[in-house]
């Protein structure tokens, strides 16, 4: 059925070339070409992996073989080997008995779309590959995919480093996994209901990844939806001597932050400080935490030890802001900024719009450019787009001023005694807040470049 398409006043982004496999020899030419000693004694796992197969339409059993696939990520990930590299086929992906989440400890490399046969790949059209799950009480709340290395150790017990994460072509859809308000889908509730055998909202991310001390990890051509974490929707840290590209995303309907680019390196060394390029991404409707916090809803955050390239994204729509830089090494190239309720930068401290950034900013690389702020259109469906302009915002001021304070002999008491005084319960969940938005109403926003911004639809031969 032909669904009726609003082109809501809003923003929209899409890169002019396609996106194809990940190359590792790609990524390292983002960078320096020169590798220090350390890098080239620490490489991980030096053994080649195998190929997984997983299909939910025609899987049965372990073998994960391309003639007889798994049916799920979630019953192979127990025999994972450091650098395998798993296919997966078009379905809706459950994990493990429905549970929800899909837990990693070893680099591998993970692409989806993929037709039955393994032949035709098309991860956001005919293909796609669907992460997602239930709202079932004791159902797990972690990340939906979430590759952590850092604990990663050998046979003599020291940890591994190197390798290379990839996570391709996948989509995250946490709709059916929120508990929502009165099961209406219009407000994510963020605490469990055993009487109703329900979970809280998941608070986390879509796709979370934690590499080890020198390993670099690439997250493209993947949509994230309907996620309610406190952390990215799409979230990556990178240790020292690390590199990380995220390109060619589509984050819709988030709270927390869309994009996060993090550092688990401390120290000061310029050479192992990680690395980031993020390009070609559109964030859009990124929600503050909840309904009353100050913090989340952000297109884009970024740690402060950490170097990145951030160009030719769009930022709409952040209930904060576009960017919020903690205080990275950054270069900010032409990005498109719209709609951010607060700011379009922020500076650790320092907010500006667009126009101030290169003349206020105090740590953006100097030959940062052609950035904008434009009111563009935005194709999303007309359910969803009434529904997200009908909202009302709660600010933490006005709940705080609603509070009343009763002259009880328990608030008499701890008047005499110095303590804060108790005060009446005030309503602070929103009645519309993260309203759930189905793929295809989302998807049309992802699919097409403007003037060479942001993401689009992947294509591959």
Partial sequence: MKKSIFLFAFSLLFASHSFGQFNLKKLKHKFSKKKTAQTTKTKNAATKGRIWYVSKTTGSGQLGTKNKPAKDLGNIIHRLKPNDIIYIAEGVYMSKGKRGSDEINVPVQIYGGYDTSFTTRDPWGEHKTIFSGVNEYMKLTTPRLYIRTDQLRDANGKKMQGGLIVVDGIIVDNGPRNRYHLNKDLAIRRK???????????????????????????????????????????????????????????????????????????????????????????????????????????????????????????????????????????????????????????????????????????????????????????????????????????????????????????????????????????????DIFLPKITIEEALPAGKLPWNGKGCQMPKFK
């Fill in 192 to 430: 469990a209901s055993p009487k109703s055998g329900q979970n809280p909202s998941p608070e986390s991310g879509g796709i979370v990844i934690v590499g080890s001390k020198f390993t670099n990890i690439a997250v493209q051509n993947c949509v994230v939806m309907n996620t309610a974490p406190t952390e990215g929707a799409i979230s990556v840290r990178v240790f020292q001597g690390g590199k990380g590209v995220i390109q060619n995303n589509f984050c819709i309907n988030n709270t927390g932050y869309g994009i996060q680019a993090r550092t688990g390196y401390m120290g000061s060394d310029a050479s192992l400080i990680p690395k980031f390029i993020v390009k070609h991404n559109t964030v859009l409707f990124t929600w503050k935490h909840d309904a009353v916090a100050s913090y989340g809803g952000d297109g884009l955050a970024l740690d402060k030890n950490l170097t990145a390239l951030v160009e030719n994204n769009v930022f709409g729509f952040g209930h904060m802001g576009g960017i919020y830089s903690k205080g990275a090494n950054l270069t900010l190239n032409n990005n498109l900024f719209t709609g951010n309720s607060k700011y379009d930068f922020k500076e650790i401290n320092s907010k500006m719009r667009v126009a101030d950034i290169l003349d206020e900013s105090e740590q953006l690389n100097l030959e940062s450019a052609g950035n904008e702020s434009l009111l563009i259109k935005i194709p999303v469906a007309k359910r969803w787009a009434k529904i997200y302009a009908n909202r009302k915002e709660l600010s933490r001021a006005d709940v705080d001023a609603a509070v009343h304070v009763s002259n009880s002999g328990a608030n008499q008491l701890r008047s005499m005694l110095g303590l804060n005084v108790q005060g009446g319960s005030v309503k602070m969940d929103a």
